[in-house]
């Protein structure tokens, strides 16, 4: 069975450009979380997806949003880019709402 | 407010010794709690869930114990091996099923 993917792996953007990142969960996995990881501040919650819907969002501003298709799959995007976005960004699937996590490999994003 | 606390302190033991990591939290009243280990530049993967009705849950060398009175589960390895090495995270899932990471212990063992 195919793990988490994410896509792209690494990427490079400037200040002011947006970006979207893509995930695809385990086939059969309803819900999709993503994370946003720095060295400063750990693993901070973004939002979480289940059946299309979004279930729980995190503390972030309005320039972070997300998307979930009947597939499953996911989609984030970041508006105007400050450098602080700079991170690994995280997508991780589960059966249902609630339990254990698979995480992807992740997408690293540098903004210069 | 909700916190998670782990030791932001590397845990540095010698090969073959138990490593023990602390996950502390308030204001959470946890259905469960979970574990994973993340290496650098990868994403976390899951170790072990307990649930509240649990003391105590065994997977191989992993133990994992769920005090809900302390507030606090204890993270154990046994025997551990340069392999384990690596940065444990504990979660929480809180109001709306909504899973909440620690910082993370980093772990060095050494042979």
């Known amino acids: 069975k195919a793990g988490v993917t994410q896509t792209p792996r690494y990427l490079i953007k400037t200040r002011g450009q947006q970006v979207t990142l893509s995930c695809s969960p385990i086939s059969g996995h309803r819900s999709v979380s993503w994370y946003q990881q720095t060295p400063g501040q750990g693993l901070q919650f973004l939002f979480e997806y289940f059946s299309e819907t979004q279930r729980n969002k995190g503390n972030f501003p309005g320039r972070f949003s997300g998307r979930q298709f009947s597939n499953s799959r996911s989609e984030m995007n970041v508006s105007t880019l400050e450098l602080g976005d700079s991170a690994l960004y995280l997508c991780?699937?589960?059966?249902?709402?609630?339990?254990?996590?698979?995480f992807g490999e992740g997408s690293r994003l540098t903004v210069l | 407010s909700q916190k998670i606390e782990q030791n932001s302190e590397a845990l540095n033991i010698q090969e073959g010794k138990t490593a023990t990591l602390t996950c502390n939290y308030t204001n959470y009243s946890p259905a469960y709690l979970q574990w994973y280990r993340q290496d650098p530049g990868r994403g976390p993967v899951f170790l072990l869930l307990i649930r509240e009705n649990e003391k105590e849950k065994r997977k191989e060398r992993l133990k994992v114990t769920f005090d809900t009175t302390l507030k606090q589960s204890l993270f154990h390895i046994t025997a551990s091996q340069p392999a384990d090495s690596a940065t444990y995270l504990c979660a929480l899932e809180g109001a709306g099923n909504m899973l909440t990471f620690g910082g993370g212990t980093r772990l060095m063992v050494k042979p």
């Open positions: 991780a699937s589960r059966i249902g709402g609630t339990g254990e996590l698979f």
